[in-house]
């Protein structure tokens, strides 16, 4: 068995499930997740007794899909990436960047996307802020050699121009999984057209 195809089947089998960071208050959860914590979140890392129902499967393929918004330089952002510095003061404090800012002029549906490697024994938050966008969603996704298999880590949507996946002490860290997980963040204007800027922290 060849080491990628190794690497996708220990990611199947610890991803049956999906969590991120505890929900912000101003966010919106999105339906049907489960209560968001480390990933693979521990209540749902054993195996179900026969008679019980399967746990949800992370294998369908993520949900933040859509045409690609136009890049920005991050300095073109202007008010959504200075929003995202005064957030992170509240929602991921003593992090530092983890990347560059993702920034873009959205069309509703559109999304914008940027590599990131969850490692052990770190904790990560994600913000995203937009002018004229009315509810924003990031997700994360692991990136396995299986196209048809994405585990979802983390997903939330946010009203109001701004969203945070994994705020505070309920940042998004690895469970059970000893080795770092290649993955990629998505931001999506959901709902409205605008600018978007979005910043991954971790500490």
């Known amino acids: 068995m060849n080491r990628s195809l190794s690497s996708a089947l220990v990611l199947a089998a ?12 101003n966010d919106q959860p999105p339906s049907q997740m489960p209560p968001q ?4 979140p521990p209540a749902m890392t054993a195996a179900p007794p026969p008679t019980a129902a399967p746990p949800p499967s992370a294998s369908s393929p ?5 045409p690609a918004a136009t890049p920005l330089d991050p300095t073109a952002a202007g ?12 929602d991921a404090p003593g992090m530092g960047t983890e990347g560059t800012v993702l920034a873009g002029n959205f069309q509703e549906g559109q999304v914008l996307e940027g590599p990131i490697t969850i490692t052990p024994g770190r904790c990560y938050t994600f913000i995203a802020a937009g ?6 969603e990031i997700q994360l996704v692991a990136q396995t050699p299986l196209p048809t298999f994405t585990p979802l880590m ?10 945070v996946l994994g705020p505070g002490k309920g940042c998004i860290k690895l469970a059970l999984i000893p080795v770092a ?3 990629k963040w998505v931001i999506k204007a959901s709902k409205g057209s605008g600018i978007i800027a979005g910043q991954a922290f971790s500490k």
């Open 14 to 25: 610890v991803a049956s499930g999906v969590a991120a960071g505890c929900a912000h208050p």
């Open 37 to 40: 914590g480390t990933w693979p």
């Open 62 to 66: 993520a949900t933040t899909t859509g």
């Open 79 to 90: 008010a959504a990436a200075g929003a995202i510095t005064v957030d992170a003061k509240i």
């Open 131 to 136: 002018v004229g966008v009315q509810e924003i």
């Open 154 to 163: 983390g997903d939330q949507k946010g009203a109001g121009g701004k969203v």
């Open 181 to 183: 997980v290649p993955a």
